[in-house]
């Protein structure tokens, strides 16, 4: 990956930085944006931008900025509760989808002009996609839209590839506002119900995301990380 350009939208917390760190690790060089300033303490040597995903002129600007690249990451979601269809309030689905399936589909779209024939698109989806549960409509719906997103456009923008990483419970900022405690406690409970014996690590899914923007015979891909959790 070294001196390769990479951008990774949602990067600046949780799996999005921990991909930037290694990309940037290897050699590449590396943009994250997110709608907020970078945090205290982030690596000063990867560059940062402003982007809100939900926005077209604000997802094409991000490109134009950056200019010509290899590979487009994209991690950024919703932090969104678990609504059973009763209470669902569709204006909440709406929103959760214009960030995490349309964006999605916003940033390869803008990102088209500007990516190397040769490089790759990553998404990002969740188990859910693919295990069915109550209450997890919207999350489930979304993610398995992304999921056959990233397999129709490997076939139509070939041969730039396009695949997808599919994390399981994994400790980051999206599981909402809570104590430390409470972030430790969630994470001993959800972690002894998987074969691993622990959730996952923002470093547990980089690697994925790496392997995919490395392996030039990769496309169409749907990378389970999951600890298990499919099972």
């Known amino acids: 990956?070294?001196?390769q350009n990479i951008i990774v939208i949602g990067g600046l917390t949780g799996i999005g930085r921990a991909v930037a760190e290694q990309a940037a690790a290897a050699g590449a060089r590396v943009t994250?944006?997110?709608?907020?300033?970078a945090p205290a303490g982030f690596p000063s040597h990867i560059a940062t931008a402003r982007v809100d995903i939900g926005d077209d002129d604000s997802v094409a600007q991000l490109f134009a900025g950056v200019g010509a690249f290899d590979h487009l990451v994209v991690?950024?979601?919703?932090?969104?509760?678990?609504?059973?269809?009763?209470?669902?309030?569709l204006?909440?689905?709406?929103?959760?989808?214009?960030?995490?399936?349309?964006?999605q589909l916003r940033a390869a779209q803008q990102a088209l002009p500007y990516l190397r024939s040769n490089g790759s698109i990553t998404f990002t989806s969740g188990l859910l996609?693919?295990?069915?549960?109550?209450?997890?409509?919207?999350?489930a719906t979304m993610n398995a839209a992304t999921e056959i997103l990233?397999?129709?456009l490997a076939k139509e923008l070939a041969p730039l590839r396009v695949n997808v990483v599919s994390p399981g419970m994994v400790e980051s900022g999206m599981w909402g506002e809570m104590s430390e405690a409470e972030r430790q406690a969630m994470a001993e409970r959800a972690g002894a119900k998987l074969p691993v014996g622990r959730?996952?690590?923002?470093?547990?899914?980089?690697?994925?995301?790496?392997?995919?923007?490395?392996?030039?015979?990769?496309?169409?891909?749907?990378?389970?990380?999951?600890?298990?959790?499919?099972?």
């Not at 991690?75 to 309030?89: C, H, M, N, Q, Y």
């Not at 996609?129 to 999350?139: D, E, I, M, T, Y």
Request: glycine share 14%; no cysteine.
């Open 1 to 3: 990956m070294k001196d």
């Open 32 to 37: 994250v944006a997110g709608r907020r300033s």
């Open 75 to 89: 991690t950024a979601g919703p932090v969104i509760g678990s609504a059973r269809l009763a209470e669902l309030r």
């Open 91 to 103: 204006a909440d689905a709406t929103a959760a989808f214009n960030i995490k399936f349309f964006g």
């Open 129 to 139: 996609a693919r295990k069915a549960a109550p209450g997890a409509l919207v999350k």
């Open 150 to 152: 990233a397999k129709t």
């Open 199 to 231: 959730v996952g690590q923002g470093a547990d899914l980089a690697q994925a995301y790496l392997l995919l923007m490395q392996n030039g015979f990769m496309t169409g891909s749907v990378v389970d990380v999951d600890g298990g959790g499919l099972l």
